[in-house]
Structures are given as structure tokens and as C-alpha cells.
């Protein structure tokens, strides 16, 4: 018999209860059972960061992390960084740069930058560079998601 868990997750500030098997990862239980679809599910192996959610202040990978680890925490998926219509400087900096193309691993590249810009919006570009390494795209070469996070860091930084 598969054990299953009353879960309460946070998550873009409200709370969700869930009744899961408690070998459900975060990736799947934020998709399936709370309905934010945003958050896609890639190499499910922690390699592509398409995943990445924010955790407390710290990016994770969610389909590294079982659903019921992250109880207690705050969780930030990619659809809690607008605030109602006005959207995060870095969404309105990657539709600006064309960060994006297919747009599969945006989510994961906005919450990585997210999580790192509002900690350090001064970031180095050696450091900028080395960070977004770790996430993967296909499409589009990098370039204009560097650029994207590079014009955000500078709005950021600029408004305080």
C-alpha cells in the first residue's frame, strides 16, 4: 500500500492542502495538484532547471525535492512574480530582449534570476554568466537571456 500525506504547502502566498503519496515530487504536486502549471517538468533529474521554483529565498530544483519536504516553507512558482497586471521587471525584460523562444525553460531561467537578482541586483557578469549556466535552453543561444537578466539587475538596482 502506498503511503499518503496531508500536505500543506504555501505557495505564491496561498495555501494549498493536499493529500499525496509521499513520493510525489514538489515538480508534479505544484502542477497536478494545485493547478500552477507554470513550473514545467523537464529532465525530471535536476540537470535542465526548467523546474526551478524558489524556496524560502533559496532557488530549488522541484523535481529534486518531494512535495512533502517543502511543507512549511514559502514557495515562489513563476506565477507569483507579476502583481496583478504589472508584471516582474525580469518577464517584462525577457518579452524587451527575446530571452525567450519556445519559452519551456523560461519559468526556471526567471525564477533562478528572480531568487539571485533580488538578493544581489549587482551582481558580476562573470557571476551573472556562471549562474544562468546552469539552466538549459535549446533555443535560443543564451545571448538575449543575459541580456534580459543584465537590463532587469539594472532596473532593479535603479529602483532601490
Known amino acids: 500500500m502506498i503511503e499518503k500525506r496531508d500536505v500543506t504547502l504555501t505557495i505564491n502566498g496561498t495555501t494549498h492542502r493536499v493529500h499525496v503519496e509521499s513520493r510525489r515530487t514538489l515538480v508534479d504536486v505544484i502542477r497536478d495538484d494545485c493547478g500552477l502549471t507554470g513550473t514545467h517538468a523537464g529532465c525530471e533529474h535536476g540537470v535542465c532547471g526548467s523546474c526551478t521554483v524558489i524556496l524560502d529565498d533559496t532557488p530549488v530544483r522541484a523535481c529534486l525535492m518531494f512535495a512533502v519536504q517543502a511543507e512549511g516553507h514559502r514557495i515562489r512558482t513563476v506565477e507569483g512574480l507579476a502583481e496583478g497586471d504589472v508584471l516582474h521587471p525580469l518577464q517584462r525584460a525577457f518579452m524587451a530582449h527575446h530571452g525567450l523562444q519556445c519559452g519551456f525553460c523560461t519559468p526556471g531561467f526567471l525564477m533562478l534570476a528572480t531568487s539571485v537578482l533580488e538578493r544581489d541586483p549587482h551582481i558580476g557578469d562573470e557571476e551573472l554568466i556562471d549562474l544562468l549556466a546552469s539552466n538549459l535552453c535549446r533555443c535560443t543561444g543564451y545571448q ?17
Do not use: D, L, Y
Not at 144 to 160: F, L, T
Open 144 to 160: 538575449n537571456i543575459i541580456k534580459a537578466v543584465r537590463a532587469a539587475a539594472q532596473e532593479m538596482r535603479s529602483r532601490g
